[in-house]
């Protein structure tokens, strides 16, 4: 079913990552927060931080 084939997309990623956990200050988080609502897709916040650490270190963004 669709269901199953969207359930199937959903976990953890297949490239090569690692997880970290990031403590922030209540104005970071809501300054995240504004940039995310500017976004078309609004992306969640780890998205967020993914692509502003992409632009910031001048990378190329491997998912696109």
């Known amino acids: ?3 199953d084939s969207q359930m199937s997309q959903v976990g953890r990623p297949k ?3 690692e997880s970290i956990n990031l403590r922030l200050e209540r104005t970071m988080i809501e300054a995240i927060d504004d940039l995310r609502r500017q976004e078309p897709d609004i992306p969640t ?3 967020m931080i993914r692509r502003i650490l992409v ?3 001048g990378m190329e ?3 696109t």
Do not use: G
């Open 1 to 3: 079913s669709s269901m």
């Open 15 to 17: 490239k090569d990552t």
């Open 45 to 47: 916040r780890p998205e």
């Open 55 to 57: 632009k910031h270190l």
């Open 61 to 63: 963004d491997s998912d």
